[in-house]
């Protein structure tokens, strides 16, 4: 199943029911009085916070849900029955805006719940129409429209920790590498297509797609990526040592950043020379030494040396526990 980071739920809850006219009977008495029951109230509209980041792709190919319509009064005065309401799962991590009100709801824990909308009341029965004047009332009043509204949703994940960098920096494999994630991997821009999680020593760490130069006007793959590290508590730059300016890819990310939102470049971070192997120990060397200039924390990794990637998790637990 795709991907899905945001969406449009069209949500309306449900109408009240109508009130009645109806007459209290008893043996050897007939229309002994008004006795039409109110309608019930319509059903709420419910949104709550799952842990699972592909809870919205399954309202991909239906977008209008509605909740339950109450019944009409029922005789001998008894209230119709409430209609049911409706309860939708959105991710941890949501924003979700009413496109009518322009009230903003976020989600930034398990089980978190609000309702969004409510239902329409229920009518009057004729009941509550008799008077002095109008002993035989014939009037009642129909149920109330439940509120209804356009919903965006989007998804900003959460995360300890979310990987940057180019297209093609390592991430997927390093993350593959680092917990039980299976993110696809290639030797092609782009792989990554959508953000992967994986669970690291009780940590949760993101795979970002890849940054170009302009991700920030919407370039690439940018924009639709680059707010799921608002959230993130710490950057992992990946700059492959493949690259012929670690400065100039290192710039390059870190602008995209600042040009997508300021807070996202104040963020702690790491910088994390991938492809270990692609270098001799003379060049990576210097390598640290040109990238400690940026970052107090730069460390070398290599996904296919043991050695390496032993005592590059070692030290992203301690950096984490840290942040």
């Not at 509550?128 to 004047?133: E, I, N, P, T, V």
């Not at 990987?163 to 920096?169: C, E, H, K």
């Not at 992967?196 to 130069?213: C, K, V």
């Amino acid at each position: 199943m795709a991907f899905v980071d945001e969406i449009t739920l069209h949500l309306k809850a449900g109408a009240g029911g109508n009130g009645i006219v109806s007459w209290l009977h008893e043996k050897g008495k007939e229309f002994m009085g008004p006795a039409g029951g109110d309608g019930g109230k319509g059903g709420d509209v419910y949104l709550r916070a799952v842990r699972d980041i592909g809870r919205l792709a399954s309202y991909r190919y239906g977008n209008l849900f509605v909740a339950g319509r109450a019944d009409s009064g029922q005789r001998k005065s008894r209230h119709g029955k409430n209609g049911k309401d409706l309860e939708l799962e959105v991710p941890v991590g949501s924003v979700v805006t009413n496109k009518v009100t322009g009230r903003v709801y976020e989600f930034l824990n398990e089980g978190e719940r609000y309702m969004v909308l409510r239902g329409g009341r229920g009518g009057l029965g004729n009941e509550h129409f008799k008077s002095s004047r109008n002993v035989r009332p014939m009037e009642f009043t129909l149920g109330k429209a439940g509120e209804e509204a356009e919903f965006y949703v989007e998804l900003r994940l959460i995360a300890d920790a979310g990987l940057i960098g180019f297209p093609n920096a390592g991430k997927s494999s390093l993350l593959n590498e680092l917990t039980a994630a299976r993110a696809k991997v290639g030797s092609y821009a782009f792989t990554t297509l959508e953000p992967n999680l994986g669970a690291f020593r009780g940590f949760i760490l993101a795979d970002i797609p890849g940054l170009i130069e302009g991700a920030g006007e919407g370039k690439g793959l940018g924009t639709k990526f680059l707010r799921h590290i608002a959230r993130t508590k710490l950057l992992l730059h990946c700059i492959s040592l493949e690259e012929k300016s670690l400065l100039r890819a290192y710039k390059t990310v870190r602008d995209e950043l600042t040009a997508h939102a300021p807070e996202l470049a104040k963020k702690q971070e790491v910088i994390v020379l991938t492809k270990a192997d692609m270098r001799e120990a003379k060049d990576i060397k210097k390598a640290i030494t040109v990238m400690k200039k940026k970052s107090k924390h730069v460390r070398v990794v290599s996904v296919i040396d043991d050695v390496l990637l032993k005592k590059f998790r070692d030290a992203l637990v301690t950096i984490l526990k840290e942040f």
